[in-house]
T-cell receptor, first 114, second 113 residues
């Protein structure tokens, strides 16, 4: 079984300040983890993915995430928020030992203030 | 390169009318295909997935059905829409396996009135 918990439904930051979006996962097997971004009424775009290589993963638009097995976490960070980062962000887990279906967290809405 | 097409982008349908949303994938063969529904504040709920032609698995009992008449075509249907069917529907494909990400269509905003 696998599941994802995104700890914050909304995160509000000022432009130029750091971003932290939190994600914890549960998996019976070694997981792969992904972060997606969704702008209003659009599909989902992949930001980055972890697939058991380096635990610190760099993605597009300056985002990165660190896989911490001991904490079962995969938090998304960015050093400096930009107005265009305002969107919905989803953490996703896929585990081996099953049908490899992506399981999504509930999403975190990132609000960026000027 | 692979692409995924989903249509229509928006749809307004009366209660009790039928529904057909179509999704096609190009540039790959034998993809895993998925239909998700996104309701406000609830993330993405998996509705159906398919690992091959004619193979459909339903995750949530509901008023909807899915079909895969061709390898790269996935259709979401309903005979009679309910108000609760309103939402944002997303089609996705993946190559299967743990390390492969899913790729999403642009979504369909369905409003049942």
């Amino acid at each position: 079984a696998q599941s994802v918990t995104q700890l914050d439904s909304h995160v509000s930051v000022s432009e130029g300040t750091p971003v932290l979006l939190r994600c914890n996962y549960s998996s019976s097997y070694s997981p792969s983890l992904f972060w997606y971004v969704q702008h209003p009424n659009k599909g989902l775009q992949l930001l980055l993915k972890y697939t058991s290589a380096a635990t610190l993963v760099k993605g597009i638009n300056g985002f990165e995430a660190e896989f911490k097995k001991s904490e079962t976490s995969f938090h998304l960070t960015k050093p400096s928020a930009h107005m265009s980062d305002a969107a919905e962000y989803f953490c996703v887990v896929i585990s081996s030992g099953g049908s490899y279906i992506p399981t999504f967290g509930r999403g975190t809405s990132l609000i960026v203030h000027p | 390169s692979q692409t995924i097409h989903q249509w229509p982008a928006t749809l307004v349908q009366p209660v009790g009318s039928p529904l057909s949303l179509e999704c096609t994938v190009e540039g790959t063969s034998n993809p895993n295909l998925y239909w998700y529904r996104q309701a406000a504040g609830r993330g993405l709920q998996l509705l159906f997935y398919s690992v091959g032609i004619g193979q459909i698995s339903s995750e949530v009992p509901q008023n909807l059905s899915a079909s895969r008449p061709q390898d790269r075509q996935f259709i979401l249907s309903s005979k009679k829409l309910l108000l609760s069917d309103s939402g944002f529907y997303l089609c996705a494909w993946s190559g299967g396996g743990r390390d492969t990400e899913a790729f999403f269509g642009q979504g369909t905003r369905l409003t049942v009135v």
